[in-house]
């Protein structure tokens, strides 16, 4: 039995995986789920899925929440800690981190220093505070199952050979919405547009992310952690199909790719049930039915937010929190219409350039830097 | 140290094999090597590396050899029966049997039975032995290691999982050179044509198998033995560039797949480091520089061949040994003008339903299969 704590429940990831737990059955019971404000989703997972705790992060919502749900069924937690608190409980085994943000990393360290498996949706915990949080999960036996449908490719494909046989890792990007957008009209574009995903359903920050390709840079830095990298060992390939995941090449020149239908429900389970695999409520790949995949060099003049990623990862230190915070600023500005698509990478490459950089950060260094960046990034834009 | 015996180390197989020793250096080393009848490449071969043993299975190009090479330096074995003793040898760690046709099975036992490492290009001692082959490897615990490309891909693929949670294969085929000519068109196709195959350098046999597509047909039986499989778990699907070599599913509906530039060297040197990897002198595969891949279901009616293949697997017994076969005798003579392509299959298949189907047979009843399918196609040549 497999007790599973999921932070972020009422998110796209979180309603996924309750989809897969309730799939797989018997031997997975989910017994912690959080939210950050979405109390009436929450409680009808209460309902549904009947966890021993439940955290909620804003505390107004805590209220509405304890009107809905009675605590003598369920144990109900409220504030930011409180999800360090739902992360290291006893009833836990596993532990999916499936919110969006640094918020996360705080119930990160928690259930590494308890020694629960650890998946993570999340980006922002291996972006900012890579060497912290991989050191901490070497240092207790932890190992880090990645959920991004990417880093579970490369974790899959990394499974026929050894770590040392590596060559490279090449990522897979759709290219978002705008791929063949010339870069005039880039310019404008509405928050509406953007939201568009051609081949994934996600939530709104990350969308936009894949708009301007900072989620690759992102995934570029969570790569550098997850699997020691150099910059120079991490590859992206533009594939608008999104079929084949991610890839690895071994110095044989092998290439092991992971494949399947854009389905998050595939990554998710894998982490939930590995090392084993079951059968997952996903429909098969059948590649004769698409006709064809393509591949093409990421054009970096249209996406520079690719270089941004590249020199997180070779700059390091505070550097990568202080592109995720600038970015998180400006793509809630763009979402407010104050900036448009094409400002986002330039207003976060502005802050990295302006940041002194700090070398192997403490948390509170870490911290810092990010407290620094918002509000750096806040300064440069329009009034 | 590994010492290796190359068996038909003049064809293309052999070729790219000692290509792959030369490059991996120190830790490999041959020490035997044969050829059917081809004496002056095996003597500049023995010059070359220096085995302490060859066989020459023709009498009279052992004659001619033994005027090159002296006997000082290396023990030269003739006749059929040279190959077991040359796969059985004490200095002999690992054999590859690079040798085409049924003639390879006896030194395939031999080399299984005194637990040599076993690498498999030959596709015929699985396709007509397949139970013997496989149940002999599994009570000596050898591993049998293939070396077609595409059993390897899926030998790769597996890795990333466990057998029990497979469900099924997907063999890619290139579609031969005839891939897109309509069926009227097929029948006027000549040997010189038929050798000219788009994605890989081969020999004449596996060259026309590939344009009849009888090749795949084999490595659907090929796949039943290696990896244990049913005819409904094996797939097949067209892919016309050769660059995903193969993959498998598993039961999460993920789909790991292998792939490179085709180079039969990738395969060979996996075989042989087999379960490390080296750097390999192969060309690393780029996808954007391909620009795309293509996926296509195989058409039944322009290609009957795949139909053998799963009738060959379902039935079993001696019928994949008349099926091979009476398909060598139709490409000699379709290769000496005697019949058309299109005559290739249905000499075959007529041979197959005429059989008497021995279940769980012996070495003595396939070899006699095997003598009955040969006399029967040639009965229905034109004279």
């Known amino acids: ?34 939210t950050h404000q979405n109390w009436e989703l929450l409680a009808q997972q209460v309902a549904d899925f009947r966890p021993s705790r439940v955290a909620i992060v804003d505390k107004e ?24 608190e ?59 199952l990645p959920v991004d449908s990417e880093h579970s490719a490369i974790f899959q494909s990394l499974l026929a050979g ?3 046989e590596l060559r490279k890792v090449i990522l897979t990007a759709s290219g978002g919405p705008f791929r ?10 509405t928050p509406e547009q953007a939201l568009k995903h051609p081949t994934w359903q996600m939530g709104k920050k990350i969308t936009i992310d894949s708009a301007t390709l900072i989620n690759k840079a992102l995934e570029i830095i969570e790569a550098k952690w997850l699997f020691g990298l150099e910059a120079q060992q991490i590859d992206v390939v533009i594939h608008p199909q999104s079929i084949i995941h991610s890839m ?25 049930t590995y090392p084993q695999r079951r059968p997952a409520p996903v429909e098969p790949l059948s590649l004769p039915k698409l006709g064809g995949l393509t591949f ?27 592109l995720n915070a600038a970015n998180e600023v400006a793509v809630e500005a763009f979402l407010d219409r104050r900036i448009k698509l094409t400002d986002i990478v330039p207003i976060t490459e502005g802050t990295m350039d302006r940041h002194k950089k700090c070398e192997h950060p403490s948390l509170g260094e870490i911290l810092a830097a990010d407290q620094w960046a918002r509000e750096e990034a806040r300064k440069n834009l329009p009034k």
Do not use: H
């Open 180 to 189: 063949e957008y010339p870069r005039e009209a880039l310019r404008d574009v």
């Open 86 to 144: 739902l992360a290291s409980g006893e009833d836990v085994d596993f532990v999916l981190s499936a919110i969006v943000g640094a918020a996360a990393l705080p119930a990160t360290l928690a259930a590494i220093k308890e020694k629960k498996s650890l998946a993570l949706a999340n980006k922002e915990a291996l972006v900012v505070a890579g060497e912290i949080v991989t050191s901490l999960a070497s240092k207790m036996g932890v190992k880090l």
């Open 1 to 34: 039995m497999k007790r599973i704590a999921i932070l972020g429940s009422t998110g796209s990831i979180g309603r996924n995986a309750l989809e897969v737990v309730r799939s797989l059955g018997g031997d997975y019971r989910v017994t912690a789920l959080s």
């Open 248 to 272: 690895v090449e071994f110095q044989d020149g092998s290439v092991i790719a992971q494949m399947g239908l854009p389905d998050m429900k595939l990554p998710i389970q894998y982490a939930l």
């Open 61 to 84: 919502s805590y209220r509405l929440l304890k009107r809905k749900v009675s605590t003598n069924s369920v144990e109900i937690l409220a504030g930011e800690d409180s999800l360090e």
């Open 162 to 164: 050894q770590r040392s």
């Open 296 to 322: 093409f060099k990421p054009d970096m003049e249209r996406f520079p937010a690719l270089r941004l990623g590249y020199r997180a990862v070779s700059e390091g230190g505070t550097i990568p929190a202080v």
